[in-house]
């Protein structure tokens, strides 16, 4: 039987499509989606250019904002205060005229002639999302939908849908009722540009409280001296990003996809592991590599690049945030839109972005992060027209101080870890919940996990006939199975995570990450350290711990005696140091002795 035609179910009955709709600005009419007819006419202006529509500056574009909005009827009141400000201040102060008349004469009305075909872009998705994937026996569900907690499954939206969506957050149009029910997190752009209003305003307000009123035309200034240029060069890259894509639109496919490790035992399902499982496993530790320089969005070995995120997310990159995540989603945006329809992580789940641009450079960390140009992005695509750049966002324990050391916290890390390194697409499994099952006491497969036929518990599958689901699951190379790409083969690109504002410990999470990249048989890991000081002895410990040929087992054990001494207050020296007494000293003579030895 081959798959059924998606054309033969009509818009409304759409289950996915109207898991997203309430979240959506466009409205549904006689099987169809459409703009309001006030929007329209209101967009239709914007993209006649400035001569007609009359925006030329941050202010009049922002009145144009709040015009649209009420078209959609969305209230002024859900967008944060400062955001007419933030406009005003970015597009007429902080950039130069040459950028500004570009932008309201050339981009802005590309952007409205985008909007104005998101209600086919979205129609066409749809029509094609049933098929997309697809294989004798069965089809894959990859249509835009809200994606909860709990529910594995796959969303592929082509880019030039990506841009449209994102231009309605640039405007505002997303209807901000019920997503925080929903644990959906912020997704217009008002917080991005309220903040850059608001800092300098504390700016300002500090220099007012410092010299007093009559002084403070004297500071004026100074104050962009003082004013965090991070948030204004966030926006940069994506005011740069609208401007690539109005220029030239681009034709891939980009996949996010929401992996689950079962917290019920499952049949043909990996189950969330126990501290048991880990302490028994005899997997083999794969390649680890200690990379002291270079980020990891620059590697070049097609590596999945781990996201240190928020469990919400994109974390604060729509609102005042600029770490390592932040930064990822500014100069790769196609990220942003999976806040849209992918509700915060539980403990058990990671979610992967496949394909996703990048599409500007930049410098610095935190506060020193700035744009730093337009950047052409040389991954090749896959058969499915994603780009090769693989990112996983897994969310550490923050602030954990002590507790991390504690088994519960400890399994729990590198479960979230396991989750997301897993090959959860490699083989096929039916629904989109996990169901339960009477069996042993771990619910998982020791044997399965440390085999080439990983078994999965991500991918949304219908299956046509049942008579085929045990063999299309059991043998994934099998005629007809189900593989996006030949993921097993990829490694993992990571470095401290939650090692930064979330507090935890360094040499702790590389073990840990170690462990669930060996487990996950993947057949190596990439560590960048970004020169931590903790960190600087961690490619002698792995020679030594990959001479000795230790299995996971062996790993586990050590991180698990070394963690309750440490919670318990038997050591305060770090991992590597407790594991190898002699490291430290040895490393001493050798930098006297003006050698290198390993330990």
């Known amino acids: 039987m081959g798959c059924i035609a998606s054309s033969s179910r009509t818009m409304e009955h759409r289950e996915d499509m109207n898991s997203i709709l309430p979240f959506l600005p466009v409205v549904m009419r006689s099987s169809s989606l459409f703009w309001p007819s006030h929007t329209v006419e209101a967009i239709k202006s914007l993209s006649k ?52 008349r570009k932008w309201f004469e050339e981009v802005l009305p590309s952007l409205a002639n985008l909007l104005l075909e998101l209600p086919s872009l979205l129609e066409s998705h749809y029509q094609n999302a049933d098929d997309l994937i697809c294989r004798a026996q069965f089809h894959v569900k990859t249509g835009l939908r809200l994606l909860g907690p709990q529910e594995a499954g796959m969303v592929f939206l082509s880019q030039e849908l990506i841009g449209a969506l994102l231009a309605c957050a640039l405007f505002c149009l997303f209807p901000a009722d019920h997503r925080g029910a929903n644990d959906l997190p912020t997704i217009n752009f008002d917080l991005l540009f309220s903040y850059v209003n608001l800092q300098l305003l504390l700016c300002a307000f500090k220099a007012y409280v410092s010299f007093g009123g009559g002084k403070f035309f004297l500071m004026e200034g100074s104050l962009y001296s003082s004013y965090k240029e991070s948030q204004e060069s966030k926006i940069k890259c994506i005011i740069h990003y609208f401007e690539r894509i109005c220029s030239v639109r681009p034709v891939g496919v980009v996949s996010f996809e929401r992996k689950v490790l079962c917290l019920e035992q499952v049949i043909k399902h990996v189950s969330y592991p126990e501290a048991d499982f880990w302490g028994k496993s005899v997997t083999r530790l794969c390649p680890f ?52 329809f992918l509700p915060c992580m539980d403990d058990n789940e990671a979610i992967e972005i496949v394909g996703a641009e990048r599409f500007s450079n930049y410098t610095g960390y935190a ?46 890390e590198t479960n979230k870890a396991f989750c997301g390194f897993f090959v959860q697409s490699k083989c096929v499994v039916e629904g989109a919940h996990c169901e339960r099952k009477n069996t042993d006491s771990n619910g998982i497969s020791r044997n399965m996990l440390q085999s080439d036929e990983l078994p999965s518990s991500s991918t949304d599958v219908e299956m046509i006939d049942a008579d085929c689901r045990s063999q299309v699951v059991e043998n994934p190379d099998r005629k007809g199975s189900f593989r996006l790409d030949d993921e097993e083969t ?66 586990w054990n050590m991180v698990v005696e070394y963690s309750s001494q440490r919670f318990n207050g038997g050591t305060d020296l770090g991992f590597l140091s407790w594991l190898l007494p002699s490291l430290s000293s040895a490393v001493c003579e050798d930098q006297e002795d003006g050698i290198s030895e390993h330990p």
């Open 49 to 100: 250019g400035p001569n007609i529509s009359n925006v030329t500056s941050g202010e009049s574009l922002f009145d144009c904002i709040s015009d649209i909005r009420s078209s959609l009827k969305l209230s002024s009141l859900t967008l944060a205060r400062y955001t007419p400000e933030g406009f005003v201040l970015f597009f007429d102060e902080l950039i130069s005229r040459v950028e500004a």
């Open 289 to 340: 590599e200690v990379r002291r320089e270079g980020l990891i969005e620059d590697q070049s070995d097609g590596a999945l690049e781990v996201d240190f995120a928020n469990k919400y997310l994109g974390g604060g990159a729509l609102h005042r945030g600029c770490v390592q995540e932040e930064i990822r989603f500014m100069i790769n945006p196609e990220l942003i839109v999976g806040m849209l």
């Open 367 to 412: 506060s020193s992060f700035r744009f730093s140009g337009d950047h052409i992005d040389q991954k090749g695509f896959d058969s499915f027209r994603r780009r090769k750049t693989r990112i996983v966002a897994i969310d550490a324990l923050c602030n954990p101080r002590t507790r991390q050391y504690k088994l519960n916290y400890l399994l729990r």
């Open 490 to 555: 990829v490694g993992i690109a990571t470095g401290n995570w939650g090692c930064g504002a979330f507090g935890g410990d360094p040499e702790l999470k590389a073990m840990i990450q170690w462990l669930a990249a060996s487990q996950a048989a993947r057949p190596s890991i990439l560590y960048y350290t970004f020169g931590i000081e903790a960190l600087q002895n961690l490619d002698k410990v792995v020679e030594w711990i990959a001479s000795h040929e230790w299995v996971v087992e062996e790993l």
